[in-house]
């Protein structure tokens, strides 16, 4: 059983940065790939990037490709998203989920290829 809770979602302005953060109970954080999916308003939950379980194996979607970063620290259980050049369409929550796959296609993953979830955290970017 792994639960986790984001952290670090804000207001910030276009052009901006923000760091999110995700910390994960369990003692087998470290064998779990992990990952940050986003939902905007009206729109269907899609995936943002992942890393495996030893932070060797990244993946990132086309639109944050460049401006995002995923990182993990297996010996504090926690898994950080940092984002810069922040563009008003990334406004959404953020989520991050934890399973024990990795995905050949992650912009494919929907919700029931995750095994973990967390409430998500509010990120909006302003013009």
């Known amino acids: 059983q792994v639960q986790l809770v984001e952290s670090g979602g804000g207001l910030v302005q276009a052009g901006g940065s923000l760091r999110l953060f995700c910390a994960a109970s369990?003692?087998?954080?470290?064998?779990?790939?992990m990952a940050w999916f986003r939902q905007a308003p009206g729109k269907e939950r899609e995936f943002a990037a992942a890393?495996?379980?030893?932070?060797?194996?990244?993946y990132y979607a086309d639109f944050v490709r460049g401006r995002f970063t995923i990182s993990r620290d297996n010996a504090k259980n926690t898994v950080n998203l940092q984002m810069n050049n922040l563009k008003p369409e990334d406004t959404a929550v953020y989520y991050c989920?934890?399973?024990?796959?990795?995905?050949?296609?992650?912009?494919?993953?929907?919700?029931?290829?995750?095994?973990?979830w967390g409430k998500g955290t509010l990120v909006t970017v302003s013009s």
């Open positions: 890393i495996n379980w030893s932070g060797g194996n990244t």
């Open positions: 369990g003692r087998t954080f470290s064998s779990y790939t």
């Open positions: 989920a934890a399973t024990a796959l990795w995905y050949a296609n992650w912009p494919e993953v929907r919700e029931n290829g995750m095994q973990y």
